[in-house]
């Protein structure tokens, strides 16, 4: 995030490189950068004849170097976007000679999704060197709840860290999915309110009391009603509740709390920092701590292991969700 403020901060200070790469595999940051530059760059009577947004899987290299010649029209600069570049993967390299000596009234944005150009790639060395070269990185899923507090936070936000963990658990690690959720969110929360579980559940459609969240602490805390009822509830609604996703999220609970039972200081902080969690959350392991043993926990991992197997009909045929959530609960607790 602080490198993509830079890239702002340098445009609207007027340091405007010739030619920006944006790649990786998270495409969230490549379409904010890209947009800032197409709203900014030039004036809106500026864009009609020196912007244009050409696609890589309608365009070629020689197409996109040809544009990019072009002199701007009662203009300082011309803005040339390119989505889609990754369509362009084979051919990239003949960007190179461009890249070497960019044409310096151009504005040159090649949009790279879901993967990355080569850095030992000439092209790429070359753009370095003339332009900037930048890789959005997918966030892993306990960075998630954190990268929404600090969105929510740039505006003025707050969010409780239970709704920032059911919106993760119900949208994954998509941030332009997660992006949408906020502004929706944004409009109907008054900036004095923090942004609650009840929020989440009113105007996004996520239920606070049945969600693998939710299962997961009362799996925690032992009890057994809590989590047969929310469990009954996901076998009625298998669709809105794959079984996958809540044997990966147990799956990863209780590796993290075996890792808890291999910690020699259990203070929060050193908690939360060696889980990857927010300390608001250091309780449940805690908890979960005294209710499952180590050797218990080893077993219980090697259990959902064994069920994620059958879940995708490894060893069992026919077997339906209701059943495997049936198990699942017997073989934890």
Request: positive net charge.
């Amino acid at each position: 995030m602080d490198e993509v403020k830079q890239i702002v901060s340098d445009i609207k200070n007027g340091q405007i490189k010739p030619i920006y790469l944006l790649t990786g595999e998270e495409p969230y940051y490549i379409d904010k950068i890209a947009e800032f530059i197409e709203d900014n760059v030039l004036s809106e009577a500026e864009r009609g004849f020196n912007q244009m947004v050409l696609y890589g899987k309608d365009v070629t290299i020689e197409d996109i170097v040809s544009n990019a010649k072009r002199y701007p029209m009662m203009a300082d600069k011309q803005v040339v976007i390119v989505k889609e570049a990754q369509h362009l993967a084979r051919t990239i390299d003949k960007l190179v000679d461009y890249a070497k000596n960019p044409q310096p009234t151009t504005v040159l944005v090649l949009c790279y999704k879901y993967g990355k150009v080569d850095k030992r790639k000439a092209v790429y060395k070359e753009i370095k060197k003339t332009g900037v070269c930048f890789e959005s990185k997918k966030l892993y899923e306990n960075k998630v709840a954190d990268w929404i507090r600090k969105v929510l936070s740039g505006k003025g936000y707050k969010i409780a860290p239970k709704a920032a963990s059911m919106l993760v658990e119900f949208l994954g690690t998509d941030l332009s999915k997660i992006n949408n959720e906020l502004e929706k969110l944004q409009l109907v929360v008054s900036k004095e309110k923090e942004i609650s579980p009840m929020d989440i559940e009113e105007n996004i459609g996520i239920s606070k009391d049945y969600n693998n969240f939710e299962l997961k602490k009362a799996i925690g805390e032992r009890n057994v009603i809590k989590a047969t009822r929310i469990l009954n509830y996901f076998a009625q609604n298998p669709k809105d509740n794959p079984f996958v996703v809540t044997i990966t999220l147990l799956n990863t609970f209780f590796t993290q709390l075996l890792k808890y039972h291999g910690m020699k200081d259990h203070n929060p902080k050193s908690v939360a920092s060696t889980l990857g969690i927010n300390p608001y959350f250091v309780s449940e392991y805690q908890i979960a701590a005294k209710n499952y043993p180590m050797r218990k926990v080893s077993n219980i991992i090697a259990n959902l292991r064994e069920l994620d197997l059958k879940g995708k009909g490894v060893g069992a045929t026919n077997i339906t969700q209701a059943d495997l959530l049936k198990e699942l609960l017997v073989k934890i607790i």
